[in-house]
């Protein structure tokens, strides 16, 4: 069994363009900002340069906070030394976490401070996740998910479509 | 709508060549790909002089390419360097690796059909140059999108795979060793009929494959197919010009490519969101045929990554959505079974050239020229390639 602490330090280090630059600027704040369309309200993360959801091309594409709060949706335990810096972290967990915001809307992380074996058979869909921010370098945080602490305030019923 | 074909204008497969697939084999992709040209050509009963049509998909095969035609890359300049081929009126290089290879058949049989070539040579190389390790990164920084993946270690060869993968026994409830009984079995028996499989030889056993090296977790380093050095060809010509030929077999009877719009973007792909674009992709394929699941009795479906091969037998109609698991134990699809699966042993068994494996061991098997694979009584096979999410497939017939 295994936990990991951290994932400090980076062996691969996100340079920000001037599409991301503004996800960058807030993980330094310790805040997670995501491309929302301002027409639909459709959150687009990786940032786009027309809403995949609405088509506008007129729509305001602008970073505005979300909560952070999300759930695993799927997981991989990397256990390969194949990318050059990560040979001394494997296994480690590979997580996509959905945030609560939107249906499908995904962050990659790794999950820290969760104990996990090789097979990662302890991590589930559905766990609830909260994100953690590490200074990775003067200029980037990166934001990490660990198990949630923090009861989620509940949801009115119907609010969110389920999986099917 | 089902495809229409002017009188003896159906496309159709005449002849086929490859190369043994081999790690580090020292040779050039120039010189595979002439012996495997060559081959096909041959089989055709053609000259090399005959061949008017082209159609590549020539990006290299592994990350940390050269990119150098002839070495790494096989491009139509190249092929037509290496025969030499003289007469090639019509060629298509495809640069969208998620078409994949049935993509370059699709792009054939349409020009073949509308005459703007007369025989196509279809061709892809997989290459893996020695002292380079495959799928590795070396990059110190993740630049823009990459940013939100690789800076979390996310890029090891099928890792990409195995969040779906892990989602699907979630969801479904299935089981890993369920993926051994279930495929691994069947594409290593298959390949120890098959000289060019880097799995000939060698027997996986249910031990061997649930203690396999990890690779990403559930994902082993059986259940991603391994890097090899080869060149497959396949020639396609009309009807009316296939009947002097030796062995004509397979035509083309419908084709489909994959729904890109139906997928919403983000960091990766839902399962669920690629299984409803596929579908999309698995309607259009029958719909252009004017044929169903029930009439096909060889399937070809994309195993680069073992789990896709549960997803597209799903998707493709032969079993019910999350029941692949379940429908493909006790030999259901093995090569004496009901629904035989990937004759060759598919990417994983016979190596990594990208569905050209799949494409090839259709031709084969419909041509009547599979060997000690051939199976008896074939009337409609199915070939999909490329990976989950990103396919293109046709249908093909006896008669």
Known sequence: MTITKTMVPYPIMPVPNEQTQPYWDGTREGKIMIQRCQKCGFYNHPPLYICINCKDRDAALVFEQVSGRGTIYTHYICHDNSIAGFENKVPYPVVIVELE??????????????EYDAYGSEIKPGMPVEPVFEKASETITVVQYQPATQRRPRQAAGSRGSRK | MP????KGKRPVFVGAGQT???????????????????????????????????SSWPNPAHQVARNVAGYDRLDVRAMMDFIPLENVRWYNQNEIPPAGS?????????????????????????????????????????PGNAGFALTYGHGVGGAGQAHHFQRYLDKFGAKREEMYTGYIQSANHNAQLNDSAVWKGRTITLDDYMNARLIAYPMSVF??????????????????????????????????????????????QPLEAIYEAEAVMAKNLYESGGLHPEDVDLIHVYDGFSPMVWNHL???????????????????????????????????????????????ETAVQMMG????????????????TGPFGNGSSFLCTKD
């Open chain 2, 3 to 6: 495809l229409t074909w002017s």
């Open chain 2, 369 to 384: 020229t599979a060997g000690p694979r051939q199976l008896k009584n074939l009337h409609v096979a199915i070939c999909e």
């Open chain 2, 20 to 54: 043994l697939n081999r790690r580090y084999s020292g040779r050039s992709v120039a010189s595979l790909a002439n012996e495997a040209a060559l081959m096909a050509i041959a089989d055709a009963g053609l000259k090399p002089k005959d061949i008017d049509g082209l």
């Open chain 2, 223 to 268: 259940d991603n197919d391994m890097p090899v050095d080869g060149v497959k060809c396949v020639v396609m010509t009309t009807e009316d010009r296939a009947k002097g030929t030796p062995h004509p077999g397979g035509y083309f009877a419908g084709m489909a490519m994959n729904q890109w719009q139906l997928l919403k973007g983000g960091i990766i």
């Open chain 1, 101 to 114: 915001e939107q249906k499908g809307l995904f962050i990659m992380s790794n999950l820290l401070n969760f």
């Open chain 2, 314 to 360: 799903e998707i493709f109609g032969f079993c019910k959505i999350g029941e692949a698991h379940e429908w493909t134990q006790g030999g259901t699809i093995a090569l004496n079974g009901p629904h035989p699966v990937n004759t060759s042993g598919g990417n994983l068994g016979d190596g990594r050239v990208h569905g050209m494996t799949h494409v090839y």
């Open chain 2, 102 to 142: 049935a993509g370059m058949v699709i792009s054939a049989a349409l020009a073949l059909g509308t005459g703007a070539c007369n025989y196509a040579l279809v061709f892809r190389c997989g290459h893996h140059p020695p002292g380079l390790r495959y799928q590795g990164i070396s990059a110190r920084q993740a």
